[in-house]
């Protein structure tokens, strides 16, 4: 059985801010949806896993640096229906505390980098990310 299709998944992102830009990650051909759009990075939550070490375990394997999570954010409901998914998207606003992000996955990421409001708002961006953008709007102001 498969998190996000046979049951909904619970996937936990990374609103990682430094100098007024998040930090993104564009999906590779191996993501488990939304392949090609750009992301705050994260991912599944497993079974007996507090939320924090989802995060910093999935920012760790796969952009090699850690984070530190600071608030959570309002819950968003990810539904993709071309794909026929169902997440429950949770994410963190964290700060970089060791090393700078680069790709450890390849096939999950494809690229990546600092992007300001602004920049974020004329990307493609998954369904989550967009939400997370409207969520961050008033936020990143004061992080």
Same mark, same amino acid.
């Given at each position: ?50 939320? =924090?070490?989802? +995060?910093?375990?999935?920012? #760790?394997? %796969? ?7 600071? /608030? @959570? ?26 090393? =700078?992000?680069? +790709?450890?996955?390849?096939? #999950?990421? %494809? ?7 602004? /920049? @974020? ?23």
């Amino acid at each position: 059985m498969k998190k996000g299709i046979d049951y909904v998944g619970v996937g936990i992102g990374a609103v990682i801010v430094r100098d007024g830009k998040i930090f993104l990650s564009k999906r590779g051909k191996k993501a488990k949806n939304e392949v090609g759009k750009w992301e705050c990075p994260g991912g599944g939550l497993e079974f007996g896993e507090q939320f =924090e070490d989802c +995060i910093k375990r999935e920012i #760790k394997e %796969e952009f090699d640096c850690e984070i530190q999570p600071l /608030e @959570m954010v309002e819950p968003v409901n990810h539904l993709i229906p071309e794909e026929n998914q169902h997440w429950v998207a949770l994410a963190y606003i964290c700060k970089l505390t060791n090393g =700078e992000p680069k +790709i450890a996955e390849p096939e #999950k990421s %494809e690229a990546i980098g600092w992007f300001t409001i602004s /920049e @974020m708002e004329t990307m493609s961006l998954t369904l989550a990310t967009k939400e997370r953008l409207r969520q961050m709007k008033e936020r990143i102001k004061h992080v």
